[in-house]
C-alpha cells in the first residue's frame, strides 16, 4: 500500500478590506475611460480582480466611484 496523498483543497479568497477597494477604485479610475464607466462594470472588474463575488458589496464600490470621480 501507497501511503495516502493529501489534496490541498483549494483555498477560497477572502473578501478585500474597504481600504483595499478604495485603493482599487482608485487605480481603476485613473487606468480606464470614466465616461465609459458603470457601477455593474466596476462591481464586475473589482470581483475579478479579487477572486470574490463583490456583489453584495455594490453599493460601498458605488460610493467609492462617486467620490473618486468627485461627484458625491
Given at each position: 500500500d501507497s501511503p495516502k496523498k493529501k489534496v490541498k483543497k483549494a483555498k477560497t479568497?477572502?473578501?478585500p478590506s474597504?481600504?483595499?477597494v478604495k485603493k482599487w477604485v482608485n487605480t481603476y479610475i485613473a487606468?480606464?475611460?470614466i465616461?465609459?464607466?458603470t457601477v455593474n462594470i466596476t462591481v464586475t472588474?473589482?470581483?475579478e480582480k479579487f477572486g470574490v463575488d463583490m456583489t453584495?458589496?455594490?453599493k460601498e464600490i458605488k460610493?467609492?466611484?462617486l467620490k473618486a470621480m468627485?461627484?458625491?
Open positions: 479568497p477572502k473578501p474597504k481600504g483595499a487606468e480606464n475611460d465616461t465609459s464607466l472588474a473589482c470581483g453584495e458589496r455594490k460610493s467609492l466611484l468627485g461627484i458625491a
